[in-house]
């Protein structure tokens, strides 16, 4: 496979999921502020664009919902907010289209024609939830017309490193914010995993049990663990692209590092260092992007002219 269409692939993955994820962020953001009349929203505001690595506006402006939901859902230009991830999934998509499905193209196309008219009609929690549930259309075709070969690798693969980064920042919202953030039942819920947390736990609703489902329960597909173990299986079977060296090796190590760091230290422990261990998560997503980058899509070589040999 050419290294640009392999490339494609992986952001396809990683943009759809970065859309999906920053709308369920955003639904819990809004909701909170909504339903709390004492919280600080400049505050709350601030720290939510600092989780998403939104660059601050000036301390003097006012920071408030509306200002943070056109800024991370409707900003067509910026390639981390919603709108601008759903763009940017179809322009690679279109640099793929030999090699993704009809099915697929035509659902990104659709969502990409859609997306900004759905953001300025609807209210957000109904914009919100038209983007999940876009994407996971886009996860159903993927999961149901797609051959397990190196297409669905790269496009897991992508989808994997994006969902555990994105996990981290969701459980950061928490960590972060404090009383002032929303609760893990809300967090379990804008995840999809409140009923998969209950049926893990008997019913039992405690606070510490929540947060290590999201951290580290192997079964639940939106735990940081179970992401981090899918992208490994993703690296794995690419296979090796050298002799001497297995595919991703780096990736899989900073990868592996992490998760293991999650999958045995004492739950109390992580807990304790919550912020800086969701720090920890997410360097290492972004090393093992760009161990990935370097790996399967390294940049053509500049050719520069020096002279002739005499």
Known sequence: MLSRIAESLFWIGRYVERADVTARILDVHVQRLSEDPFADEQLACRSLLAIMDHP???SEEIVDRDLVVR????DRANP???TGSLVSARENARRAREIVSTELWECLNTTRNEVSTMALSLIPHDFFQWVRQRAAV?????DSATSRDATWHFMILGRSIERADMTARLVATHARLGAAGPGWTTLLRSCGAHEAYLRAHRGRADDDRAAGFLLRDPLFPRSIVAALTQADAALRDLGPSEPSRGA???ARRELGIVRTELEYARLELLLDELPEVLERVQLA???????VKARYFPAAATTAWVGEAL
Do not use: K, N, Y
């Open 56 to 58: 601050a506006p000036p």
């Open 71 to 74: 800024l991370l859902s409707r």
């Open 80 to 82: 981390s907010s919603i």
């Open 138 to 142: 886009v996860a159903g075709i993927m």
């Open 248 to 250: 991703g090796d780096e």
């Open 285 to 291: 997503c972004s090393q093992a992007s760009d161990a």
